[in-house]
Every structure is written in C-alpha cells, then in structure tokens.
C-alpha cells in the first residue's frame, strides 16, 4: 500500500465507529431454505473463478479483515508486527475522537488484522476480554452490497447486530452491517470500495510501525470451536443462511487420538475463496483439545487462522527466527514422511528441520505447520500453509498433531 501521505486529514475523523452488541444472541436454528445453486469453484489463489456470482445470493469478494478484542492494543500490534512481519498501517484512538478504544490496522499481502482494546472498564472490548480473553470478535467479509446483503441473511434467519449504516468522511463513505456468528463473534458485511483513505473514517495513517514481511499473503480458511452438539447448527448457519456448501467432513474416528476426538465439517461459499471449518469435541476418555478451549475461551470462538504462504520453508524460517512458538511433531513423523509422501518440490531435511508437516491428496500435497497459543489462554493459534495442489487440510496429520497438542495440554494440567 502506498503509504505517501504523511499527514492524515482531520477531516477524515468525521464519523463514529459502530459499537457492535456486547452479548448477541445465538441465530435460530429454522431457517428458511437456500434458494441459491451450489456452484463448484476452485479455491486456489490467483485461480480463475469459474462461477456466476449473480447467481451467488451473497458473493463474498474476501474476508476484509478479522478483528481482535484484547488487552493492549499497542503492544499486540508490536507482536504481530515483530514476530509476524504486519505493517501497522492505521490507527484510531482518543486522537482521532474515538473515545472509548484504541485500534491498530495491520496488514501483510492479502491480509488485514484489526487489534482493538477498551480504554475503561465500561468498554465492550474490556468486557469482552475479562470474559475470553485475547481473541477473534470479527470475521468480517467484504461484500458489494451491504444491505442487500444484510436483508438476505436474516431474512434467512440471522440475528441483526448492527444494522446497515455509513461511515462518512472526506475520502468517502464505508458500508457496514453485522451478524451475529457462534458465541460472541459476529460476522462484520463490508464495503470499501467507495472509500479511498487508508483504512475507514476516523482511523489515520501510520507511518513509523513497518514490518519485514514474512511471507504471508492471504488467508486460507478460519476455524471455529463450537460446542459438543453444535456443529451441525453452525454448518446448517452457514448453508441455509449463508448460502454455503460444505466441502469436507472429518468424523470422529478420522480425527481422534488415543485420549480424544473431534469433529470437523469445512463450510466454503459460494466462490470457495473464503473456507470456514466448525469443530466439535466428540466423547472421548480425556478433554478433547476442543473442550479446554471451550473452558478457556469461556465459549465457542475462532480456533485458529491459517495464513498462506508460497513459500513455507522460507515464512517458517523468518517467523522461528524472530520467536514464534510452533508445535513439534516427533522425528519419526520424518521417518514415515518420505514413503508417505512422495516427491515433493522443497528439500526434506528443511522440512523436517523446520518441524513443518506435509499430507498428500489426490489433486497435489500440502505443507502446513501450526503456532502454539499465541495468548495466555490455550486457545487461538496460527497455522502457516502452503498448497501445491491439494485442497484438502492435512487429514493425514492429524493424529501426529493433535499427539502434540496433547502434550502440551497435558503439562497444562488439562488434560
Ligand atoms: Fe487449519
């Protein structure tokens, strides 16, 4: 982004930041039918998109960008900034006559990230992390046109959070409606395309908070923890209300240890740019992963985010080197890998130095490796991918992964 202008115009302060809902209600699970048709899409990027978006009831262009509740907004933007490779690229605050929150935009390739935290105890933000924690409040999604949109849903059934409204300054004007989504995380519906300022109104540009890139050029899909019971109710959310298909479903027995089990049902809209998988905890002998971040998380809430990356090797390098905490597999995950796998393009001894896991499909392979938590909380965590091919989520690592989160939950006393 270019970022040229150096003094930001008063005049852009011009409009306040919707307060979203505190607490919003779950939606209703009877929803009327989707009207719209499945349509088959390719979810690679930089892949053509051979799909009739007219005929896609909410055509969902991106997710615009995920914003966070946490303690301090400052220095979460110097961690993701330092460790991740983020520009911080905006910033509102009292100096921008928001008075009751600070935020920090960051951005890296495709990817934008909002940190936010309250100034005062009466702040939603504030409530919201006695409550959770440092964690994903919006998954907001860039949408051409707000209102249209925001009337199919929940004429479909979603629950309102904020109605259609307009963000005016002198550099244009923001769309923006909200949803609500699992727990207390809502859906953010977006349009900036008749805003040219560098981010919304209020917000100003910031200069001196550049990252060294690592890498990281979008985001491949974003996972949420719900409730044992509840996964259906979601994936339901998201076809009837949503409009979207679901992509894959991993069962309890794919996807389980000697101690503990999850399920998992991968939702993608309509484009197939834009993939969200719902867990639940299946019944196992210990507390599942899934259940020690319902405990922690006080709730269902975004589990994890994976950032692609072209290449792995050299994000994972960047990242280990600047202290990113990543989990690790045993070495005889390596010993089995080459037979497993097969030819791959990267060099295995940097894979297996780098910890980073590799699974094989019938349309190419894919690299992944997963942060730990990256809060006090044992709850939200990165994972870094890179497809070369396979659109699937690693089903072969699972049972390695989850073997290593384990441990670490184990020495946590949970599980
Ligand atoms: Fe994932």
Redesign the pocket.
């Known amino acids: 982004m270019s970022q040229t202008n150096v003094r930001p115009s008063k005049t852009e302060a011009a409009d306040t930041v919707a307060v979203p809902a505190d607490t919003v209600a779950a939606p209703k699970e009877t929803v009327a039918p989707p009207t719209a048709p499945r349509v088959e899409a390719r979810t690679q990027r930089g892949a053509s998109l051979d799909v009739d978006v007219r005929e896609d009831f909410l055509p969902i262009q991106a997710v615009e960008y995920v914003e966070f509740w946490v303690g301090n907004a400052y220095q979460a933007a110097q961690f993701y900034r330092t460790l991740f490779g983020f520009d911080v690229v905006a910033y509102a605050g009292p100096e921008t006559g928001i008075r009751d929150r600070a935020s920090y935009v960051l951005r890296q390739g495709q990817v934008t990230l909002i940190l936010a935290a309250g100034l005062g105890p009466e702040s939603p933000v504030t409530q919201h992390v006695a409550r959770h924690g440092d964690g994903v409040r919006d998954v907001a999604l860039r949408i051409p046109d707000v209102d249209a949109a925001h009337d199919a849903v929940t004429r479909r059934g979603a629950v309102p959070v904020e109605a259609p409204s307009s963000l005016e300054g002198s550099k244009g004007v923001v769309r923006r409606a909200a949803i609500a989504l699992y727990g207390d995380t809502i859906h953010s519906l977006v349009d900036r395309s008749r805003y040219t300022g560098v981010w919304m109104p209020r917000y100003r540009r910031v200069e001196d908070l550049r990252g060294e890139p690592a890498g990281i050029a979008e985001i491949d899909?974003i996972?949420g923890n719900v409730e044992l019971g509840q996964m259906n109710r979601w994936t339901a959310f998201y076809r009837d209300v949503m409009g979207f298909s679901q992509l894959v479903h991993f069962t309890d027995e794919q996807v389980s240890t000697k101690y503990t089990a999850l399920m998992s049902k991968v939702m993608q809209n309509g484009s197939g740019r834009v993939k969200f998988?719902i867990n639940e905890p299946a019944p196992g002998k210990r507390k599942s992963q899934i259940d020690e971040f319902l405990e922690f998380y006080r709730g269902p809430g975004v589990q994890?985010i994976?950032l692609l990356t072209d290449d792995i090797v050299k994000t994972v390098r960047a990242l280990r080197a600047r202290g990113v905490r990543f989990l690790r597999v045993p070495e005889t995950y390596y010993a089995a890998l080459r037979d497993r796998i097969g030819k791959i393009e990267e060099s295995f001894d940097d894979i297996q130095e780098l910890g980073i896991l590799a699974d094989r499909d019938d349309e190419g392979y894919l690299l992944q490796i997963f942060t730990k938590p990256v809060q006090d909380r044992p709850t939200l965590f990165y994972?870094i991918?890179e497809r070369r091919g396979a659109r699937g989520?690693?089903l072969g690592n699972f049972k390695a992964l989850f073997e290593a989160l384990e441990r670490d939950q184990a020495a946590r006393g949970n599980l």
Do not use: D, M, Q, T
Request: proline content about 11%.
């Open positions: 899909h996972v998988p994890h994976a994972e991918i989520f690693g």
